[in-house]
């Protein structure tokens, strides 16, 4: 029997700029260039997002709050609704990333990031 995190760890992994690495607590955690997209536990994953957003997806029933609490992040049990948790998480990196390159070609101050979470530190587990 297939593990359950493997479909997800091939969907997310092989979409373009995505890299894979073995996250501090166990499991997977998947990134594009620095900014981690979330990661992946036995059953479920945690992925940073800013609070307005954190919000949206709890009150529709998307994710759950951060599993130990932990700021900047949400929680959701393995199925089909984590890949697209992640595909969120992904596109809003893209444009992070489109940001940052428009600006170094404009030469810009850095400024303000579009942030991946409130507090984008990992959860103790």
């Known amino acids: 029997m297939e593990d359950i995190r493997e479909p997800i760890e091939r969907e997310?992994?092989?979409w373009e700029?995505?890299?894979?690495?073995?996250?501090?607590?166990g499991g997977v955690e998947f990134r594009v260039g620095k900014r981690e997209l979330g990661h992946l536990h036995e059953t479920w994953a945690d992925l940073p997002f800013t609070s307005r957003i954190r919000e949206m997806l709890v009150e529709t029933g998307r994710a759950e709050p951060h599993k130990f609490g932990v700021r900047?992040?949400?929680s959701r049990d393995f199925d089909d609704e984590v890949i697209e948790l992640f595909r969120l998480s992904y596109e809003r990196?893209?444009?992070?990333?489109?940001?940052?390159?428009?600006?170094?070609?404009?030469?810009?101050?850095g400024g303000a990031d579009v942030p991946a979470g409130d507090d984008h530190s990992d959860p103790v587990a």
Request: proline share 3%.
């Open 12 to 14: 997310v992994g092989s």
């Open 72 to 74: 900047g992040w949400v």
């Open 93 to 109: 990196a893209l444009v992070a990333q489109n940001v940052r390159e428009s600006r170094d070609q404009l030469g810009e101050a």
């Open 17 to 25: 700029g995505v890299t894979v690495h073995p996250h501090r607590f």
